[in-house]
């Protein structure tokens, strides 16, 4: 509550004051109009042709069924390696999920997860890409795809079909090359002995 004094003193105060009649306020509407540098950037996008780094091949390629086995290994791997591997005996340490993918998007996916272990030190992965067992004519597309995608990567030291706790002939695992920082970890720990 105010007094009476009060309201006296602020009227006194606030005479010869008068109301702003423009508003203070800056112009944010957007303009519908391009400007030479938007429409510069524009042509020089559709100029260049998009360059595909990926290297998977996108052609035809065998096709397998839903109860072929993948199964390879790259000369230099260790039989003991990659029995341990087509056992499920190396903890799987990443996963990738290709099931309802088609096939320009698993080779995009299973590229960037490649690249992605090598990157964070994967050494053991799992891909889940599916039988095809719904597939009317008996193909396992993804499975076919993956079978000749996987040696075509360098990262890649060798696959086998998972067990059938971990997907059986739906899944494969996937032995990753190590990065050249594990590389460098792995000579300093064992120079030192």
């Known amino acids: 509550m105010t007094t009476k004094?009060?309201?006296?003193?602020?009227?006194?105060?606030?005479e010869g004051v008068r109301k702003i009649r423009k508003?203070?306020?800056?112009?944010?509407?957007?303009t519908t109009e391009l400007t030479p540098g938007?429409?510069?950037?524009?042509?020089?996008?559709?100029a260049q042709p998009l360059v595909d780094r990926n290297p998977l091949?996108?052609?035809?390629?065998?096709?397998?069924t839903s109860h072929d086995v993948l199964s390879w290994?790259?000369?230099?791997?260790?039989?003991?390696?990659?029995?341990?591997?087509?056992?499920g005996q190396y903890p799987i340490e990443a996963r990738l999920d290709l099931h309802r993918m088609t096939v320009e998007d698993a080779r995009r996916?299973?590229?960037?997860?490649?690249?992605?272990?090598?990157?964070?030190?994967?050494?053991?992965?799992?891909?889940?890409?599916?039988?095809?067992?719904?597939?009317?004519?008996?193909?396992?597309?993804?499975?076919?795809?993956?079978a000749k995608w996987l040696p075509e990567l360098d990262e890649v030291l060798a696959f086998h079909s998972a067990q059938r706790h971990h997907g059986g002939t739906g899944a494969v695992y996937v032995m990753v090359r190590k990065s050249e920082r594990q590389k460098s970890e792995s000579r300093e720990r064992n120079t030192g002995r």
């Open 109 to 146: 996916e299973v590229y960037r997860f490649i690249r992605d272990c090598v990157y964070y030190g994967v050494r053991s992965a799992l891909i889940l890409h599916g039988k095809g067992e719904r597939n009317p004519d008996g193909i396992a597309q993804l499975k076919s795809y993956l």
């Open 38 to 46: 938007h429409l510069e950037r524009q042509r020089s996008a559709q």
């Open 23 to 30: 508003t203070n306020r800056a112009d944010v509407r957007k």
């Open 57 to 64: 091949t996108a052609d035809v390629v065998e096709q397998l």
């Open 73 to 87: 290994q790259r000369p230099g791997v260790q039989h003991g390696v990659f029995r341990k591997l087509r056992l």
């Open 5 to 14: 004094e009060e309201r006296m003193t602020f009227l006194q105060e606030m």
